[in-house]
């Protein structure tokens, strides 16, 4: 690519509104395309670098340092709660104070979250889990501390990148992510007593309940890690044994790197 062209990409980058994307792979790799192919500048950062990096799009740029014309952080890690409070706190000292944060909830309350920074007006919950990203549709849990123009700015993002939102309560594993890890819980308590194998429980689940894909796939594609994390955070807030983690997922997540 020449200098030129270079330049001009960098110069359209620096007009157009820009966001900042932290947290965890895939999640990161997902907003910020998400974000870059909807017209937005987006600098962004990982918890930990990942083994093989994405290719992103002409101006995408991985900065530690939060951009001080940010309008929009976006915090994207739900195993690692010490890193998602570091994160959270960095993007509050940095954005400009009009700026919104909006912070994946599935592993910790919105309300929580807020409390960890100063700027707790500005944060908003909303569902985040690998797979999800896709749908046209992402829940949103406003907290006790967000003003209606927190919640204008964030529809208006969503909007922008194609999205519809739900607005839910704010309780940790939100709806979806609640109800699509359980029933992977479940499939692997029966993996584990042999009541069907890998093949056949994804097979039933499609056939029978019209799931796009089976319970033992679909973890695979979500990532152990994650659904060990959310029933985590449910059986941690709620204290109720249908949120008991089987004891396969907990094994499998120990052991995996996603």
């Avoid at 089976?214 to 249908?242: C, F, H, T």
Wanted: proline share 5%; net charge neutral; charged share 20%.
């Amino acid at each position: 690519m020449s200098g030129q062209k270079k330049s001009q990409i960098a110069k359209k980058t620096a007009e157009r509104t820009r966001v900042y994307v932290a947290g965890e792979t895939p999640l990161v790799e997902a907003y910020v395309d998400l974000c870059s192919r909807h017209g937005y500048g987006v600098v962004f950062s990982w918890n930990v670098e990942p083994s093989s990096r994405p290719s992103f799009a002409p101006g995408v740029k991985k900065s530690e340092s939060v951009p001080k014309n940010s309008s929009l952080g976006i915090e994207l890690t739900n195993t690692d709660l010490q890193a998602k409070r570091k994160n959270l706190q960095k993007l509050d000292a940095a954005l400009p104070a009009t700026s919104a944060i909006l912070s994946s909830s599935v592993a910790v309350s919105a309300s929580e979250q807020a409390g960890w920074i100063n700027g707790r007006h500005r944060l908003i919950g909303f569902s985040a889990l690998p797979t999800l990203i896709e749908k046209s549709v992402v829940e949103v849990a406003p907290t006790v501390f967000s003003p209606k123009e927190t919640m204008e700015v964030v529809a208006r993002f969503f909007q922008s990148i194609g999205k519809e939102i739900e607005i839910v309560q704010d309780r940790v594993g939100m709806v979806m992510p609640r109800i699509l890890c359980q029933v992977i819980n479940e499939s692997l308590f029966a993996l584990m007593e042999e009541v069907a194998a890998p093949q056949e429980i994804d097979s039933a689940m499609r056939l029978g309940a019209n799931y796009p894909m089976g319970p033992i796939e679909w973890a695979d594609k979500v990532g152990v890690r994650q659904v060990y994390a959310v029933l985590s955070a449910l059986q941690g807030d709620l204290n109720e044994d249908r949120y008991r983690v089987a004891p396969l997922l907990k094994q499998l997540a120990e052991t995996s790197r996603a």
